[in-house]
């Protein structure tokens, strides 16, 4: 398997990819290509990777920058997308894994995800009252400083998120 950064020929393909990792999932809308897609267009897709195994891709991580007043530097983790065949492998850790590191050597100051507390943590996100989600439980939103972290607050999101 090969992880790299997607190229515009990749497109098609990730927006196939994760239409199909989130068809029928409980805590999804529908809308993760569409976020793909327009973080893409509004030049917010900082960091976006793909898995590749024999020629095709069967795997997508999307970095964008969030708002944070205490702290800039700060990116989101997500849509993450593994083919319904591929799930289970290892291969949505390692494009995580991969992104997070590729954060650290660019100089973030940390990444912040929305999702299952029992995946997200083994990658060493944990809740931090310091980071806030309004809206929504706040087990479910993780934060993961690369240094120390200072400050508190909202963390907001592209508007490709559909947040207000």
């Given at each position: ?7 515009q ?7 196939a990819l ?23 267009d509004?030049?917010?897709l ?11 891709i ?25 083919a319904?065949?591929h ?32 995946y997200?943590?083994?990658f060493g ?8 989600y309004?809206?929504?439980?706040p087990?479910?939103f993780m ?15 592209d ?6």
């Amino acid at each position: 398997m090969i992880l790299r950064p997607e190229t515009q020929a990749d497109q098609a393909a990730i927006r196939a990819l994760t239409a199909a990792a989130f068809d029928g999932h409980p805590h999804s809308d529908g809308s993760e290509p569409r976020i793909i897609d327009a973080l893409r267009d509004a030049g917010a897709l900082a960091l976006s990777l793909v898995a590749e195994l024999d020629g095709r891709i069967v795997g997508h991580a999307a970095f964008s920058p969030v708002e944070w007043s205490a702290q800039p530097g700060w990116f989101g983790l997500g849509p993450v997308s593994v083919a319904p065949a591929h799930q289970g492998q290892g291969i949505g850790g390692r494009l995580i894994e991969t992104g997070l590191g590729d954060l650290r050597r660019n100089g973030a100051r940390g990444c912040v995800v929305l999702g299952d507390p029992a995946y997200y943590t083994r990658f060493g996100f944990a809740q931090d009252p310091r980071l806030t989600y309004p809206g929504l439980p706040p087990e479910y939103f993780m934060a993961l400083g690369f240094g120390p972290i200072t400050g508190t607050g909202p963390v907001r999101y592209d508007p490709a998120f559909g947040q207000a």
